[in-house]
């Protein structure tokens, strides 16, 4: 049975997480691949909110295997804290899996996170300051720590001093910070040694063996495709991989397995953080979108930057992750707006580009170019049907599927985890 793949096509924030618990009864395994406690997917179910942060949307379905994979960096204490909080509202968590191969956010990582962006000012990247970026660069510099370390204690003691006999030298001369103590890191990793045991396996392996067993297995990522470390908008970016080839390597998947790349667009866009965004709203309509839309961060709480739907990044989203499928999440938001623009196209210094220019440069110079659809008024968070959806909201899903370049299979009309329309099989 071939895996599939789920990822972000904007900034994030899409609704992955709702597209995954739609899959959910009908998929064995759910794979977070890549990521940490840095990004969260909002799910309701039946009225009632789960907030996720490190944790598979997958742990939701009571069928569903979730399996944290070698490409995500975690934090232990919010992983524990997230099953804790996850149990007590009756959600059995004892099926999840995690890679011996993930690397852990050490305390020292979250500090260095944040004094980094206050020491670069106004050139920060907007990161969320809880460690993800030092805890990638340990692992490319190869001197990370690994869910499998926290096992031998002399190993964890000998990786432990050989990160912080340079990040103490930092923290000391550059930041003025005092030295972590190589001690009390050791014993905070330690203590979770005895409860993560049960839970970490050769995830690799197992997914493996599930694909020969004809099982479904969904390959879920975190972030999205322009915060994908080498595709997206550099250096406004997360610090992995966040398109279809990092389900790959952050799953251990070989990339024959994959048959299907499903990507979220949201029926406008939105960003947090730093960087360019050639569609944002700094207006009425901007605070409309936000408020409506509760665009504020599933994690941080920030509120999200706003910003009409933009086809040239959805065309990019769908090149660089050979998309095969599109889930539009939030059209319900749009309800009530007299006229929708779609960027189709941008202009860059007098010339008109339909594809993302190559330049750093020439993005954040890029104005866009749009196309005015008209709006609905009717209530369609009902619908159940594509055929259901007033005649103008129809239109628009069309449009978008016409110039993303990829069929538009389920549409999100409200954020129950039954308000959604399939109109082809996701599976």
Known sequence: MPAIVLVGAQWGDEGKGKATDLMGSDVDYVVKFNGGNNAGHTIVIDGEKFALHLLPSGILTPTCIPVIGNGVVIDLAVLFQEIDGLEARGVDTSKLLVSANAHLIAPYNRTLDKVTERFLGSRRIGTTGRGIGPTYADKMSRT???????????????????????KNQAFAKIYNRRAVSVEETVAELLSYADRLRPMVADTSRVLEEALDAGKNVLLEAGQATLLDVDHGTYPFVTSSNATAGGACTGSGIPPTRVSRVIAILKAYSTRVGEGPF???????????LRKTGAEYGTTTGRPRRCGWVDTVVGRYATRINGVTDFVITKLDVLTGLEEVPVCVAYEIDGVRHDQMPVGQSDFHHAKPIYETLPGWWEDISACRRFEDLPPNAQAYVLRLEELIGARVSAIGVGPGREAIIERHPLL
Not at 148 to 165: M, N, P, T
Not at 278 to 288: K, S
């Open 278 to 288: 050639p569609t944002e709203l700094h207006d009425d309509m901007g605070e409309f």
């Open 144 to 166: 990370g720590i690994r869910v499998q370390d926290i096992f031998d204690e002399g190993i964890l003691r000998q990786k432990v001093e050989a990160a912080l006999d340079f």
